[in-house]
């Protein structure tokens, strides 16, 4: 797969599937996750409506560059925040969404891309987000997928599925396939599979395994704080999609983030959890196909 340096000194591994002429849609997937968790059926699927699909590593994740000794003072983090002194948190953090929003926004520019349609899960959704507030010229559409605003208020995932998140994993690779099973805490109650669950662990461990990268992307989520004021003067034409059973981000976060972007269209979508079951990415796909092309018809 190619990589892109950035003037910034971070690299960014990507691949693009579709016609290299057609319109650019840039993935930007969630917290730890590689690239390769959006399932190549579904990137194929969104390039089948036209468009040239970019997936890229988030900066500590996958192949792109690494923080290595990069520490983390998460209590320090969060008493900043709750301190109401965001600017303190940033500067203890080792980087912000702003920061992770560059990467993607530089990756374009390498590409010699002007704009693009942005999807974002999870993490890469607040990403999105963050892209089309700081840079919106940047952004033809913004797609908020399983993401929320920042706001402690919405969205709060229930203990189980944070318990699950956040508890550390074996570190060995057998027992981190094992450990995939956990995974289906948040997952589609209807489609949900421990044998899916283990076909993506194996993939993800032997590709790039970088646990050291977690506790660096979490403190640059909680560092940045909410949006809400931000997203309530985006002028984007936005779509929000969340699955009624996500226990991860529960559905408020999406409804919030559609509350407050002006026009956003929000889709919640029945047997849908914090993932991307294969049953449903005509329904996944289909809404971002009607999204973007109706914008285009604008």
Same mark, same amino acid.
């Given at each position: 797969?190619?990589?892109?340096?950035?003037?910034?000194?971070?690299?960014?591994?990507?691949?693009?599937?579709?016609?290299?002429?057609?319109?650019?849609?840039?993935?930007?997937?969630?917290?730890?996750?590689?690239?390769?968790?959006?399932?190549?059926?579904?990137?194929?699927?969104?390039?089948?409506?036209?468009?040239?699909?970019?997936?890229?590593?988030?900066?500590?994740?996958?192949?792109?560059?690494?923080?290595?000794?990069?520490?983390?003072?998460?209590?320090?983090?969060? %008493? $900043?925040?709750? +301190?109401?002194?965001?600017? /303190?948190? &940033?500067?203890? #953090?080792?980087? !912000?969404?702003?920061?992770?929003?560059?990467?993607?926004?530089?990756?374009?520019?390498?590409?010699?891309?002007?704009?693009?349609?942005?999807?974002?899960?999870?993490?890469?959704?607040?990403?999105?987000?963050?892209?089309?507030?700081?840079?919106?010229?940047?952004?033809?559409?913004?797609?908020?997928?399983?993401?929320?605003?920042?706001?402690?208020?919405?969205?709060?995932?229930?203990?189980?599925?944070?318990?699950?998140?956040?508890?550390?994993?074996?570190?060995?690779?057998?027992?981190?396939?094992?450990?995939?099973?956990?995974?289906?805490?948040?997952?589609?109650?209807?489609?949900?599979?421990?044998?899916?669950?283990?076909?993506?662990?194996?993939?993800?461990?032997?590709?790039?395994?970088?646990?050291?990268?977690?506790?660096?992307?979490? %403190? $640059?989520?909680? +560092?940045?704080?909410?949006? /809400?004021? &931000?997203?309530? #003067?985006?002028? !984007?034409?936005?779509?929000?999609?969340?699955?009624?059973?996500?226990?991860?981000?529960?559905?408020?976060?999406?409804?919030?983030?559609?509350?407050?972007?002006?026009?956003?269209?929000?889709?919640?979508?029945?047997?849908?959890?914090?993932?991307?079951?294969?049953?449903?990415?005509?329904?996944?796909?289909?809404?971002?196909?009607?999204?973007?092309?109706?914008?285009?018809?604008?």
């Amino acid at each position: 797969m190619p990589s892109a340096l950035l003037p910034s000194g971070i690299t960014i591994e990507f691949d693009v599937t579709g016609d290299a002429g057609a319109p650019p849609l840039l993935l930007i997937m969630g917290f730890t996750a590689q690239m390769i968790d959006w399932p190549e059926g579904f990137v194929q699927r969104l390039a089948s409506f036209g468009r040239q699909v970019i997936r890229f590593d988030n900066r500590d994740c996958g192949l792109s560059t690494k923080l290595d000794g990069a520490m983390v003072d998460m209590g320090a983090i969060v %008493a $900043a925040m709750f +301190a109401n002194d965001a600017p /303190a948190a &940033a500067a203890i #953090a080792p980087y !912000t969404l702003s920061d992770m929003a560059a990467d993607a926004v530089g990756l374009l520019d390498a590409l010699g891309i002007e704009s693009a349609d942005i999807v974002g899960a999870s993490l890469g959704g607040m990403v999105a987000q963050t892209i089309a507030i700081e840079h919106p010229t940047k952004v033809r559409t913004l797609i908020s997928i399983m993401s929320s605003t920042g706001e402690i208020e919405f969205g709060m995932g229930t203990p189980q599925a944070m318990t699950a998140l956040l508890t550390p994993g074996p570190t060995d690779r057998d027992g981190y396939i094992d450990a995939s099973s956990r995974w289906k805490v948040w997952q589609s109650k209807r489609y949900a599979s421990d044998e899916n669950n283990r076909a993506r662990a194996t993939k993800s461990f032997d590709r790039s395994f970088y646990p050291q990268g977690a506790s660096r992307q979490l %403190a $640059a989520v909680v +560092a940045s704080g909410s949006r /809400a004021d &931000a997203l309530r #003067a985006l002028q !984007t034409p936005t779509l929000v999609i969340h699955g009624l059973d996500d226990q991860l981000i529960t559905p408020s976060g999406g409804e919030r983030t559609a509350d407050l972007i002006p026009g956003a269209k929000l889709v919640l979508v029945d047997d849908m959890g914090h993932d991307l079951p294969e049953p449903l990415w005509d329904t996944i796909v289909g809404a971002i196909g009607d999204h973007v092309h109706a914008t285009v018809m604008r």
